[in-house]
């Protein structure tokens, strides 16, 4: 049993239509995120949100309204209780967590306080965000894991 934090693009990348993938790291980033969440909901590993639930409605305001991503969510959401972690973390007049410290991008930063709250300190797990890589540096020296589970889909990105 682990438990996650788990970056919305995770979610929506497994409803992402065939139609617009550009790449095989890209279809096969589809197949990985699917794969990802089917084997984290058969299992006993917790996700970690924050308790004001901005997380949450991240995902649910990404994914479509009866999609793949819409029905795990809610299997996730109807498991007992156990299942998610919720932290309390502190938030900023513009909304974005606080941290000790900048990353890439503001909105994501809810992420990393969570994750940064819990003990022991959980992985990230990302899928198609290139912020994480640039962060890699700090996030490191704060004690932060970035599971890519999309790696070569990231490459291409950071090479474009």
């Not at 917790?46 to 009866?66: F, H, S, T």
Request: glycine share 2%.
């Amino acid at each position: 049993m682990a438990d996650y934090v788990v970056d919305t693009n995770v979610w929506v990348m497994i409803d992402k239509p065939i139609s617009e993938v550009k790449t095989v790291a890209e279809l096969d980033c589809i197949k990985t995120c699917r794969k990802w969440l089917e084997d984290f909901l058969a299992s006993d590993d917790k996700l970690i949100l924050d308790a004001q639930y901005k997380i949450l409605r991240e995902y649910r305001k990404n994914v479509k309204q009866g999609s793949r991503a819409y029905q795990l969510l809610a299997i996730l959401e109807t498991a007992p209780r156990e299942r998610l972690i919720e932290l309390f973390i502190e938030f900023d007049e513009a909304g974005h967590a606080v941290l000790p410290f900048e990353t890439t991008d503001p909105v994501d930063r809810k992420f990393v306080a969570v994750a940064l709250k819990h003990t022991p300190t959980p992985p990230i797990v990302d899928a198609t965000d290139t912020h994480w890589s640039k962060d890699h540096q700090v996030l490191s020296k704060a004690g932060l894991i970035v599971q890519e589970i999309c790696p070569r889909y990231i490459e291409e990105k950071l090479a474009q």
